[in-house]
């Protein structure tokens, strides 16, 4: 799914246009970067069935805030650098 979304977004011959832009050497990278949908998928389907849509969304915006603040606090200092 994530391919077909890319490439309507970028259409044939749109990378080799931009200066400075490499081709990619394959699509390995979308599904990668698409947030690992093999797990996460069924799981918030299975929450969304039992608890509802909207407390699904609230639960996972909140968890995807928490996880976005904590990278910002410790982007500086990581955590295996601390001796």
Avoid: C, K, N
């Avoid at 077909?4 to 749109?14: F, I, Q, R, W």
């Avoid at 050497?25 to 996460?40: C, I, L």
């Avoid at 509802?52 to 928490?66: F, N, S």
Wanted: aromatic share 10%; no cysteine.
């Amino acid at each position: 799914m994530a391919t077909e979304e890319v490439a309507m977004l970028y259409p044939p011959g749109a990378v080799e246009r931009s200066p400075g832009a490499r081709r990619p050497r394959s699509g390995a990278g979308v599904p990668a970067a698409s947030g690992g949908g093999r797990s996460s998928r069924p799981f918030w389907g299975w929450v969304s069935d039992h608890i509802g849509r909207y407390y699904t969304l609230a639960i996972a915006l909140a968890a995807e805030a928490a996880a976005i603040l904590a990278f910002l606090q410790l982007v500086h200092d990581p955590i295996w650098s601390r001796g």
